[in-house]
């Protein structure tokens, strides 16, 4: 019989391994981090290149590959009132993930808005 773990423990799983991950690993969960929890305004733009990565993976996934995996099927799940706590989390035990989260933001809203601003100029 399966296990249902609720979204709080999710989340507190999530966490867990975050604070076990890399540099690299970390940097390889940025991306995903924001398609997946980030402002909606922005995620569809990384949707694209997050399903090309997915391909790449191999027979055996890697236990970070599993843990991604597993965090894709739990966030869809999430209020965004859950996706916002565990945002703050992050940021709260990694300073230096979150100015690189915020930069990946802040270059991705600049992006978009050049983007619609060069629609409306044509």
């Not at 191999?58 to 236990?63: E, F, S």
């Not at 995996?69 to 035990?93: G, T, V």
């Amino acid at each position: 019989m399966a296990t249902l773990l609720t979204n709080e423990a999710k989340l507190r799983y999530i966490m867990e391994w975050f604070q076990e991950w890399s540099e690299m690993e970390k940097n390889d969960f940025l991306d995903v981090l924001i398609e997946e929890c980030g402002p909606p305004n922005l995620v569809h733009r990384l949707s694209s290149k997050m399903k090309h990565l997915a391909k790449i993976i191999d027979d055996k996934p890697t236990l970070f590959q599993c843990r991604i995996k597993l965090f894709r099927q739990w966030s869809q799940n999430w209020s965004q009132q859950e996706k916002d706590h565990l945002l703050s989390s992050i940021k709260n035990a990694d300073a230096a993930f979150a100015q690189k989260y915020d930069e990946k933001i802040l270059s991705l809203s600049r992006t978009e808005h050049k983007k619609q601003s060069d629609k409306k100029e044509t």
